[in-house]
């Protein structure tokens, strides 16, 4: 057990540590859409969005079990699941990024799948594009500005700064959610334009 100035310590490093892996991870993200890495002839990555949608939704089915057991009090059960919800969102983060520096970004309405969203695509797809848009944008609006938050709410848990862990997690649970959620909604409305 730790005493309370080695959590103290510990929860600054961590805090740290949690600023420095968001400016890394943010800085990532802005470039995978920039940069593309060629990948080996006969080498795709196209496998990657199901299984990005299957890892959201299973980190979302996670999140709730994590809630569930901090509503019965089962502390040791809730970490548990709070550790496999952190996992599964680092393995989804790696391979997302993996995805996007390899290959191109996939429109939503490009029926052809030539990277071009011409007027009579725009115009077959209508009203629900923008239905897409909003929710894409807002997860992924979301999930930057939550990740630092999620650590930190991490932190507090893991340094034993309960009332702390508390507050935050508060409302960085239901934007988390909402944001694993959103993932495979969005991979289901985007699923008819991969190529």
């Known amino acids: 057990m730790r005493s309370q100035e080695e959590n103290r310590l510990l929860s600054k490093k961590l805090n740290a540590a949690a600023w420095v892996l968001t400016v890394v991870v943010l800085v990532l993200v802005g470039l995978m859409r920039q940069v593309k890495i060629a990948l080996p002839e006969g080498v795709s990555l196209s496998f990657l969005p ?33 550790y496999l919800a952190l996992g599964l969102s680092v393995l989804f983060l790696l391979s997302y990024v993996a995805y996007h520096f ?31 848009l909003v929710l894409l944008l807002s997860h992924i609006f979301l999930a930057a500005i939550s990740l630092p938050f999620i650590l930190f709410t991490f932190i ?4 034993g700064q309960v009332e702390r862990h508390r507050k ?16 495979p909604v969005c991979y289901v409305l985007l699923m008819p334009y991969y190529p």
């Open 156 to 159: 507090r848990g893991y340094t």
């Open 50 to 82: 199901p299984f990005h949608a299957t890892v959201n939704a299973l980190t979302a089915v996670v999140l709730l079990v994590a809630f569930y057991f901090i509503r019965k009090k089962d502390i040791a059960r809730h970490q548990k699941a709070i």
């Open 102 to 132: 390899t290959t191109p970004e996939t429109l939503f309405g490009d029926s052809n799948h030539d990277g071009v969203l011409s007027l009579e695509e725009k115009g077959a797809v209508g009203g629900t594009r923008t239905a897409y």
């Open 168 to 183: 935050l997690a508060r409302w960085v649970f239901p934007v988390w959610l909402y944001v694993a959620v959103t993932g």
